[in-house]
């Protein structure tokens, strides 16, 4: 199973709007609404951020929304925030009854 | 609040076994599937293997397939990873993680454990 497909690193200024996509194929993304994104600060533990493509759990600012067309699932994060720097990665469920995950994108905030 | 934490890496030699074990607290830990979930040094998330509430149902993935065995004991409230036939790019920290969203996502994770598997 190979690893979703996201960009390697994007950036943004504070205030600004960015958008990581996550692409994989009809054998994951593509078939079925459980993709889900995570972010990751550097030494910590992965935190749930989206569910079900574009669902947030309680807790996670409306700043953060999500959708999907296709193949690719995409993440926005809007009113940036110096605190919004991390890592994120998308996961999907797969049609062999496994997960993978995307090779995750660093945002930097400038 | 929900807890998992992760015990049992270290490091090991190529071709040795390791058992992992993840204590979860918190919740009804009968009723959710687990998963572990690994992280090589600066590299991105790797699922590796999931297990049902009940542990009658496991997925591996095919990196670990026939190596690892996920199990459970949900009298103790306890996850395990046995792996066995260690390989040094199995060198990793090792995530105890729940699942949530009625099984559709990740939704509480541990602060991992890591193991080192060197000559």
């Known amino acids: 199973q190979s690893a979703l497909t996201q960009p390697a690193s994007v950036s943004g200024s504070p205030g600004q709007s960015i958008t990581i996509s996550c692409t994989g194929t009809s054998s994951d993304v593509g078939d079925y609404n459980f993709v889900s994104w995570y972010r990751q600060f550097p030494g910590k533990a992965p935190k749930l951020l989206i569910y079900d493509v574009s669902k947030r759990p309680s807790g996670v600012s409306d700043r953060f929304s999500a959708s999907k067309s296709g193949d690719t699932a995409s993440l926005t994060i809007s009113g940036l925030q110096a605190e919004d720097e991390a890592d994120y990665y998308c996961a999907s469920y797969t049609t062999s009854s496994t997960w993978v995950f995307g090779g995750g994108t660093k945002l930097t905030v400038l | 609040e929900v807890q998992l934490v992760e015990s049992g890496g270290g490091v090991v030699q190529p071709g040795e076994s390791l058992r992992l074990s993840c204590a979860a607290a918190?919740?009804?830990?009968?009723?959710?599937?687990m998963t572990w979930v690994r992280q090589a040094p600066g590299e991105g998330l790797e699922w590796v293997t999931s297990i049902s509430a009940r542990g009658s149902s496991t997925d591996y993935a095919d990196s670990v397939k026939g190596r690892f065995t996920i199990s459970r004991d949900n009298s103790e409230n306890t996850l395990y990873l046995q792996m066995n036939s260690l390989r040094v790019d199995d060198t990793a920290l090792y995530y105890c993680?729940?699942?949530?969203?009625?099984?559709?996502?990740?939704?509480?994770w541990g602060q991992g454990a890591l193991v080192t598997v060197s000559s």
């Open positions: 993680v729940k699942f949530g969203c009625g099984g559709d996502c990740f939704d509480y």
């Open positions: 918190g919740f009804d830990f009968s009723t959710d599937g």
